[in-house]
């Protein structure tokens, strides 16, 4: 009797090739029914109600409020955002023309502004509303987060523009300011 013809080895190598694969299918199911929510493009989305409950410290009934309140208030401002990206690609195309008419960039900018000033008006309601959830400790806490946000140093550690964390140059689009030799 030779090694492979053994039909011991053999039950035991189809044995355990046969756990193996169920331990990873077992393995891709869960990831799969755990994974983030994709929209239509393919894209992850953030998860803004476990991540407040989870920096917060929630009670499941905050983040039931929480989540009404996040759905209202992206409701009431889904038409200015409309408005906001509409009048930015209005913005490109007439930046684009040969000769781009001033008064029409202005009065398309100011639309902007407008609309953007109206969002704004609308996230200070919605964070009293937050805020109105929490007790002292959650507000603070509230306050840090809202802070991180409003600077964009939740995302990576750097601002907007890539404040915050000493970059390379090349690793955001902002021109450097000053002189170019300094950085």
Not at 32 to 61: C, I, M, N, P, Y
Not at 62 to 83: G, I, N, Y
Not at 107 to 132: D, P, T, Y
Not at 159 to 165: D, H, I, L, N, V
């Amino acid at each position: 009797m030779t090694f492979f013809t053994s039909k011991r080895l053999l039950t035991a190598a189809f044995v355990l090739l046969v756990l193996l694969n169920a331990t990873l299918l077992s393995i891709l199911w869960q990831q799969h029914t755990h994974r983030a929510e994709t929209t239509t493009h393919g894209v992850r989305q953030f998860d803004h109600d476990h991540f407040f409950a989870g920096k917060l410290g929630l009670s499941e009934s905050q983040t039931a409020s929480f989540q009404k309140l996040r759905q209202q208030h992206f409701l009431k401002v889904r038409p200015e955002m409309d408005a906001v990206a509409l009048l930015k690609k209005q913005l490109v195309e007439e930046s684009l023309k040969d000769n781009p008419d001033s008064k029409t960039t202005e009065s398309i900018i100011e639309g902007i502004g407008s609309h953007q000033a109206a969002i704004e008006r609308q996230l200070v309601l919605h964070f009293n509303q937050l805020a109105k959830l929490c007790t002292p400790e959650q507000r603070q806490r509230l306050k840090e987060v809202l802070e991180n946000m409003a600077t964009h140093r939740s995302h990576g550690g750097r601002g907007r523009w890539g404040e915050g964390a000493p970059l390379s140059r090349g690793e955001c689009n902002r021109p450097p300011v000053g002189n170019a030799q300094n950085r």
